[in-house]
């Protein structure tokens, strides 16, 4: 079913017998050396040594730490998360494995707080924007005059698990919102999480529900490749088995007379590297002994290089001009400068004839608002003069009528006496 979401490999069309008339194809009869190369190769790569980064997403508890520790028979400690941050967060965890002289650098990128959120944009933005952030930081380290890209450590994410919770019903909403949004920038492998939580009808029921959800949504998986016909045989038959149900413990349980990392139940032990209990050995391979490489080079290939050609077009790069003729990288990279240059100068007007208005505006309303206080000034001083002539005014009748009062005083005691006077004489007389 997966199969129409797919798309041909690169070594589909490198694998394809040579067409061209001119070459001939001779098998040599001496010993030249280049039967050495791929020895090379595998020399190299061992001396280098190989990296591969794998990003969990899965809501909290659903089982990412068991899992990861189950697949690498190695318990990765690793703290358990709340259900209550406000944002999604990853944890990244770097881990240095050798299994017979092979070193692994291995990165784990778990989330923290996925599906805790109201909104879903809280949950899946931060995925999307770690994955980008991987290859910008590749993007820069290619851009820079003097690169080092061989001791670089490379962090883009080649697979993507996406746990999927065992509802046994359907997909949630977020999980397509969130394998919508990073299905062009990693490679997802999707898998029931806790896969023993379903009954073996149910669980096929869910995994054909899922995949019918996943193609409906056009959300594009990781496609195995498909080199040849034996290659397309073996990615046939693992396409049937997606989603992998997963089951993750790290405790050995007794089965007859062997103990095998399982989990016991009341009714039996579910093992998790027995294939017919669970699709967790299929993932291993998948990962670790198959499709590593091809996973890595899809990486670099496509999603990668699909970032890379958006990022520098958004940029205004381009490989051709207007007329359909190549144009060289440094023509366009000077008409580029002059063109930022123009803008800037343009931009540069603009704010001085912006800011030209603006202190115009602001000058005329300074002169307003000086002209109503002046007015204002003139008025309270015009009142004030004419407060002033009228108390000068009310003074001076104040002043008349106290020398009026003193007059009167004065007539008065004057008569006063004059009466007292009298009187004393009529006295007088009468004695
Ligand atoms: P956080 O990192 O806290 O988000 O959790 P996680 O997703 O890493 O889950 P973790 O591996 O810590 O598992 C949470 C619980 O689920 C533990 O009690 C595990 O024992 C249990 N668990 C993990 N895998 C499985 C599984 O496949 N089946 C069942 N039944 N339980 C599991
Ligand atoms: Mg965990």
Known sequence: MATALRRLGPCARMRQPLQNENIRCLTTRDHFGFECLPTQLVTKSLQKGFTFNILCVGETGIGKSTLINTLFNTNLKDSKS??????????????????????LKLTIVKTVGYGDQLSKEASYKPVVEYIDAQFELYLQEELKIKRSLADFHDSRIHVCLYFIAPTGHSLKTLDLITMKSIDSKVNIIPLIAKADALSKSDLQRFKSNVMRELISS????YQFPAYDETSAQASASTDGL???????????????????????YPWGVLQVENENHCDLVKLRDILLCTNME???????TYLYESYRSNKLQKLGFTDVGPDNQPVSFQELYKAKRQEFYDQCKKEEAELKQ??????????????????????KFEHLKRVQQEEII?????????EEEIVDFYKMKAAFEASQTQVCTNTKKDKDRKK
């Open 82 to 103: 709340s259900h209550f941050y406000s944002n999604v967060g990853l944890k990244v965890k770097t881990y240095e494995l050798l299994e017979r002289n092979v070193p």
């Open 354 to 375: 912006r800011f030209m208005q603006r202190v115009k505006e602001k000058e005329a309303t300074f002169k307003d608002a000086e002209k109503e206080l002046q007015d």
């Open 218 to 221: 056009g959300i594009r998986l």
């Open 242 to 264: 997606l989603p992998f149900a997963v089951v993750g413990s790290m405790e050995e349980v007794k089965v007859g007379k062997r103990m095998v990392r399982g989990r016991q």
């Open 294 to 300: 091809d996973l890595k080079e899809q990486t670099h």
């Open 390 to 398: 009228k108390l000068e005014e009310d003074r001076r009748k104040l």
